[in-house]
Nanobody, 125 residues
Framework: QVQLVESGGGLVQAGGSLRLSCVAS????????MGWFRQAPGKEREFVAAIRWSGGYTYYGDSLKGRFTISRDNAQNTVYLQMNSLKPEDTAVYYCAAQIGNSGSFYVTANYNYWGQGTQVTVSS
């Protein structure tokens, strides 16, 4: 079992920045990918970014690359999401997720084995 704990959400004005963190409760040696998703009220959960634990390859949702940056700290079992130039439409609950082993496309929520509880990000205009 892996527990994921997100932090770093909050209220920010448009144009501001936030950095989200997600700490995994156990060694990440078996992790294939860690990802960030978000869900706004009344909308489906949306892929934001993912990082392959080995090699650090990164992937981003459409239109987010350039404003969002995903990174990891292997020693701390932590993945980060740096969000810059935030817009009101970025308002959502942001979830961290872990895929153990290569279980399919990391753009798809169903292919992730573990999820965090989510952290609220609110961007005011």
């Amino acid at each position: 079992q892996v527990q994921l704990v997100e932090s770093g959400g909050g209220l920010v004005q448009a144009g501001g920045s936030l950095r989200l963190s997600c700490v995994a409760s156990r060694s990440s040696f078996s992790m294939y990918v860690m990802g960030w998703f978000r869900q706004a009220p009344g909308k489906e959960r949306e892929f934001v970014a993912a990082i392959r634990w080995s090699g650090g390859y990164t992937y981003y949702g459409d239109s987010l690359k350039g404003r969002f940056t995903i990174s990891r700290d292997n020693a701390q079992n932590t993945v980060y999401l740096q969000m810059n130039s935030l817009k009101p439409e970025d308002t959502a609950v942001y979830y961290c997720a872990a895929q153990i082993g290569n279980s399919g496309s990391f753009y798809v929520t169903a292919n992730y084995n573990y999820w965090g509880q989510g952290t609220q990000v609110t961007v005011s205009s």
